[in-house]
């Protein structure tokens, strides 16, 4: 499956961006699906994900209340909705899809993606 990352922008502190993950060549609906964050000289890190139901989602500690994943399977497509964004969120974000996956279980290791889209930039200013 082949992952296109868009959305990415330059925000205010405390404004809000929705990144859009279009996916094409596989059974979207059968993948689960993550977002993925990675800060200059830092390595890379689980921001949420959703099972390939949508039924579940997980999130990280940093990111919780203020993002939200959600998929839309019939456009292929998965998003992350971020508000009340901080300048700590600057990051490259990148989608990811994960096979062969339990129903209703969202998957947080890097290792446990096997696709990945290439990146779109998200810079917070304060």
């Known amino acids: 499956v082949q992952l296109q990352a868009s959305g990415g922008g330059l925000v205010q502190a405390g404004g809000s961006l929705r990144l859009s993950c279009a996916a094409s060549?596989?059974?979207?609906?059968?993948?689960?699906m993550g977002w993925f964050r990675q800060a200059p000289g830092k390595e890379r890190e689980f921001v949420g994900g959703?099972?390939?139901?949508?039924?579940?989602?997980h999130y990280a500690n940093s990111v919780k209340g203020r993002f939200t994943i959600s998929r839309d399977n019939a456009k292929n497509t998965v998003y992350l909705q971020m508000n009340s964004l901080k300048p700590e969120d600057t990051a490259v974000y990148y989608c990811?899809?994960?096979?062969?996956?339990?129903?209703?279980?969202?998957?947080?290791?890097?290792?446990?993606?096997?696709?990945w889209g290439q990146g779109t930039q998200v810079t917070v200013s304060s």
């Open positions: 990811a899809a994960a096979s062969g996956v339990a129903p209703g279980v969202v998957m947080v290791v890097t290792s446990a993606y096997s696709y």
């Open positions: 060549g596989g059974a979207f609906s059968r993948y689960a």
């Open positions: 959703i099972s390939w139901s949508g039924g579940s989602t």
